[in-house]
């Protein structure tokens, strides 16, 4: 499937200028249109009834401050998306472009950020998004895109180079969570200028073995090398993003995997040491 539209939810904070960088990589890439996406807390839905009138003050109180630094955050959101139009050479529209050229469009909704980003994120052929720091609201974001927009999504750490997709490490298991990965990455895949197939030692010979998606690729013109590599001390996600990165990958393709309780999103082992310590894109789908 051919990446047309991009949706890059932003926050304002200071990992905007790196996801935006790798948007722009990726928008270029593919001739998408990019769709910059803030959603603005409602601090009122904290405080849906005020049960006692002599606490209804200070609540307002709490409410008015809440509002002020929503505002302020979409603010900086916004003031990021115009400096990246200018620098980039990036055109403001919505609608698709006809005449070439680059294009965004910024939005700006009031809500749950979780649950606004996967209902945008359905009709987005690829979602971008932080990798959430330790102090950082992002997860709630990233879990949410991951598990519950049924789209790609491209995680993109705060030290992120410039280049995406000219050398690509694919973590294969065969699971149907790599398989969806491995088919939402053949635009990046088929343009690469390297692939690396990576498995990990010691697990059982899969159905689909790593040759056969060796072959599977070169069906789509990708010539791929495969790379066994053995965990040993290390885990498994740490296994393979020393892999990815000593192979000089600038993106790594994986299944995201984890299991939802009560609608709390829980990421597995292998995925959320990968987001939580990546330095380079990870592409993932669920």
């Excluded at 606490?55 to 959101?77: H, M, P, Q």
């Excluded at 705060?158 to 969806?180: E, F, H, I």
């Excluded at 309780?261 to 292998?270: F, Q």
Aim: charged share 20%; net charge negative.
């Amino acid at each position: 499937m051919a990446i047309k539209t991009i949706l890059v939810p932003l926050e304002g904070g200071e990992t905007g200028t790196s996801v935006l960088d790798i948007a722009l990589v990726a928008t270029r890439t593919s001739g998408a249109h990019l769709v910059v996406l803030h959603v603005k807390a409602d601090p009122r839905e904290m405080f849906p009834f005020i049960a006692e009138p002599a606490t209804a003050g200070s609540v307002e109180l709490v409410i008015e401050a809440a509002e002020r630094s929503a505002n302020e955050l979409a603010a900086r959101a916004r003031g990021l998306f115009d400096e990246f139009c200018r620098n980039a050479g990036v055109t403001v529209a919505e609608g698709p472009d006809v005449a070439g050229g680059m294009f965004a469009a910024w939005h700006e909704e009031v809500g749950l950020a979780g649950e606004v980003v996967a209902r945008r994120g359905r009709l987005a052929d690829l979602i971008v998004v932080a990798r959430p720091g330790e102090r950082d609201a992002a997860p709630v974001i990233l879990e949410s895109a991951l598990m519950d927009s049924g789209r790609p999504i491209l995680v993109v750490p705060p030290t992120a180079g410039k280049t995406l997709g000219g050398n690509v490490a694919v973590a294969w298991n065969d699971s149907p969570q790599a398989a969806r990965a491995v088919a939402a990455a053949l635009p990046f895949l088929s343009t690469a200028g390297k692939v690396t197939v990576l498995t990990v030692k010691g697990r059982e010979e899969a159905p689909a073995s790593p040759r056969e998606l060796s072959a599977y690729l070169a069906w789509h013109g990708v010539r791929a090398s495969i790379k066994t590599i053995t965990a040993g001390a290390k885990d498994v996600g740490a296994a393979l993003l020393a892999e990815a990165q000593g192979t000089g990958a600038d993106l790594l393709v994986m299944g995201g995997y984890g299991h939802s309780r009560m609608r709390e999103v829980i990421l597995g082992g292998v995925t959320h040491h990968v987001l939580s310590a990546t330095t380079i894109p990870v592409l993932m789908m669920h």
